[in-house]
């Protein structure tokens, strides 16, 4: 079913949504309103394990507002209330008796802009660990190499891991930012819109990071950049005014669309 809105034809959230594999976390129905603005309408959305699932669309679509609902982050915001559905296994992770410090260890978090602690390079990685464990210092140790490792920055702060890791360039500050997070060992990665404020090159490296993370974790991606949802996404949905228009293998997204929309906004004919 489709739906006019302001002159567009605006297909519904589909509810036949399938994935190859196994099913990380399952999104139902979800409405989301910030007082009395309605941000999503009906979204349902699988997340595939061990994949990378890319959410593109113009700005203000709910790309974001719905990444947010993963790991509860919207709670923060007095204002939004939402109904429907979001599972992981067999937790539901929209119930009001969520554990979420659990959930928030489960579901990591990086933002658009590296945000680095005001701390050492060592102390920015080891702080969620410190928080949730207690570790000696040799399993600490271990634990910080490690991370800086599976965030492709070990080579080059190893020997500077006493600097403060606002003393880095942009992209070695949002790879550590990506250590931190992997350190506490999270089953799902959140990442919106990571390489917006890169370059190039920088953007590059968090890319090919991106592959070489959903070996161990759940990726799912904001992006504005269509070409980089095409190159490091399995799946991509297409949102636009708070609905999901289109879900699918990403191949099938940028190749052959079902719906005009996407095939309008994909080829740069929207608008």
Same mark, same amino acid.
């Given at each position: 079913m489709s739906e006019e809105i302001g002159g567009e034809l605006v297909p519904n959230s589909?509810?036949?949504?399938?994935?190859?594999?196994?099913?990380?976390?399952?999104?139902?129905?979800?409405?989301?309103?910030?007082?009395?603005?309605?941000?999503?309408?009906?979204?349902?959305?699988?997340?595939?394990?061990?994949?990378?699932?890319?959410?593109?669309?113009?700005?203000?679509?709910?790309?974001?507002?719905?990444?947010?609902?993963?790991?509860?982050?919207?709670?923060?915001?007095? /204002?939004?209330?939402?109904?429907?559905?979001?599972?992981?296994?067999?937790?539901? +992770?929209? @119930?009001?008796? #969520?554990?979420? =410090?659990?959930?928030?260890?489960? /579901?990591?978090?990086?933002?658009?802009?590296?945000?680095?602690?005001?701390?050492? +390079?060592? @102390?920015?990685? #080891?702080?969620? =660990?410190?928080?949730?464990?207690?570790?000696?210092?040799?399993?600490?140790?271990?634990?910080?190499?490690?991370?800086?490792?599976?965030?492709?920055?070990?080579n080059e702060v190893a020997d500077r891991l006493h600097d403060l890791g606002t003393s880095l360039s942009g992209g070695q500050q949002q790879r550590l930012c990506i250590a931190r997070t992997i350190a506490i060992e999270p089953d799902i990665i959140l990442m919106d819109e990571p390489c917006s404020a890169l370059d190039p090159i920088a953007t590059a490296a968090i890319e090919e990071l991106i592959l070489e993370l959903k070996k161990d974790f759940t990726v799912v991606i904001v992006t504005h950049s269509m070409s980089q949802a095409a190159r490091v996404s399995d799946y991509t949905g297409f949102m636009y005014l708070g609905r999901m228009v289109e879900f699918n293998k990403t191949e099938k997204i940028f190749s052959e669309p079902d719906q005009e929309l996407t095939k309008r906004y994909i080829t740069g004919r929207f608008g």
């Open positions: 589909t509810r036949e949504l399938d994935i190859d594999g196994e099913i990380d976390v399952m999104i139902e129905d979800l409405d989301l309103w910030y007082s009395s603005n309605q941000a999503l309408h009906g979204v349902s959305l699988p997340i595939a394990k061990n994949r990378v699932t890319a959410l593109i669309g113009p700005s203000g679509c709910g790309k974001s507002t719905l990444l947010r609902t993963i790991n509860r982050m919207n709670d923060l915001i007095p /204002i939004c209330r939402y109904e429907g559905k979001i599972t992981k296994g067999d937790v539901v +992770i929209t @119930d009001k008796g #969520a554990d979420l =410090v659990e959930l928030r260890k489960s /579901i990591g978090m990086v933002f658009q802009r590296p945000n680095p602690f005001p701390k050492s +390079i060592y @102390d920015n990685v #080891a702080y969620g =660990v410190r928080l949730h464990h207690q570790p000696t210092r040799e399993e600490l140790d271990r634990i910080v190499e490690k991370s800086l490792n599976r965030a492709a920055i070990w």
